[in-house]
């Protein structure tokens, strides 16, 4: 999908973090509201925009004048 989009979307250590279960926590959790009821209350938004992984993090800019 990366390819498709010319972005990262997933990268390895990110993937292996998920395979080795990186998201699961034994802990109860903090948060007031559920994931659930979140996912409930934002379905019309999700989904709508896209923020580049790429343009977040290596924008590049214009050098300034008299440095390089």
């Known amino acids: ?9 997933l ?11 990186m998201l699961t ?3 109860a959790p903090n ?3 559920r994931f659930t009821q ?3 209350e934002h379905r019309a938004e999700i989904g709508m925009t896209y923020a580049s992984e790429l343009g977040r993090h290596f924008r ?3 050098a300034v ?3 390089s």
């Open 1 to 9: 999908m990366g390819l498709a989009v010319g972005d990262v979307i």
């Open 60 to 62: 590049w800019r214009k």
């Open 11 to 21: 990268t390895r250590a990110e993937a292996q973090g998920l395979m080795d279960g």
């Open 65 to 67: 004048k008299g440095f």
């Open 31 to 33: 948060a007031p509201t």
């Open 38 to 40: 979140w996912i409930e």
């Open 25 to 27: 926590s034994e802990q």
